[in-house]
């Protein structure tokens, strides 16, 4: 026996209408489009670049023996080469961003430790000190948290967060400029 529920029996008086129901309630859907698909070249052009500049980062690390591609750097790297326009992917936000989040993930491990609550509220607060520094970068609240769960050495790991912060801009940079009719890289330095 099979028991007819309101939710199906309008499913399929709705399909018998020729309407199809959406597949999330109105409440959740955005009200916006979905942005148009990328030419395959952008999309070649965005993922290549990102790759090369963090292929670049892996071969930096393996001559000095040290970590350099750390996941926020890779995550910077998706908003820097896929959506250069937007304020995250600007080089104010990119570069201050992480050493903004990097100190406040060693401000955290020196008061608290390094216990996974004190990388949480580490991380809430650098979202709040990057917006006061007018620096939002999202995958830089992720910096915090490798700091304060790795405890890198501070004098090793600051300058290489800074110059791979600082590749990723520049190859931005060199790539906006290289490939015509791309969205110019950066939209403003500072």
């Known amino acids: 026996m099979s028991v007819d529920t309101s939710d199906t029996r309008t499913g399929r008086v709705a399909k018998a209408a020729g309407r199809v129901r959406p597949a999330l309630p109105s409440?959740?859907?955005?009200?916006?489009?979905?942005?148009?698909?990328?030419?395959?070249?952008?999309?070649?052009?965005?993922?290549?670049?990102?790759?090369?500049?963090?292929?670049a980062l892996v071969g930096i690390g393996a001559l000095?023996?040290?970590?350099?591609?750390?996941?926020?750097?890779?995550?910077?790297?998706?908003?820097?080469?896929?959506?250069?326009a937007l304020p995250l992917a600007q080089p104010r936000s990119v570069v201050a961003g992480h050493l903004l989040c990097a100190a406040v993930g060693y401000v955290g491990l020196a008061l608290l430790?390094?216990?996974?609550?004190?990388?949480?509220?580490?991380?809430?607060?650098?979202?709040g000190v990057m917006t006061l520094a007018r620096t939002p970068h999202s995958p830089a609240a992720a910096t915090t948290v490798v700091v304060v769960l790795q405890a890198p050495d501070?004098?090793?790991?600051?300058?290489l967060l800074a110059g791979a912060a600082l590749l990723l801009v520049l190859a931005g940079t060199a790539a906006s400029r290289a490939r015509r009719g791309a969205v110019r890289y950066p939209v403003y330095w500072w």
């Open 113 to 127: 430790g390094g216990a996974p609550w004190v990388a949480a509220l580490g991380a809430g607060v650098a979202v």
């Open 27 to 55: 409440a959740l859907a955005g009200r916006a489009p979905a942005p148009a698909s990328p030419a395959r070249a952008t999309a070649l052009h965005s993922g290549g670049v990102a790759a090369a500049a963090l292929l």
């Open 154 to 159: 501070p004098v090793v790991f600051v300058p």
């Open 64 to 84: 000095l023996r040290e970590p350099v591609l750390i996941p926020p750097i890779a995550a910077s790297a998706a908003i820097v080469y896929g959506v250069p």
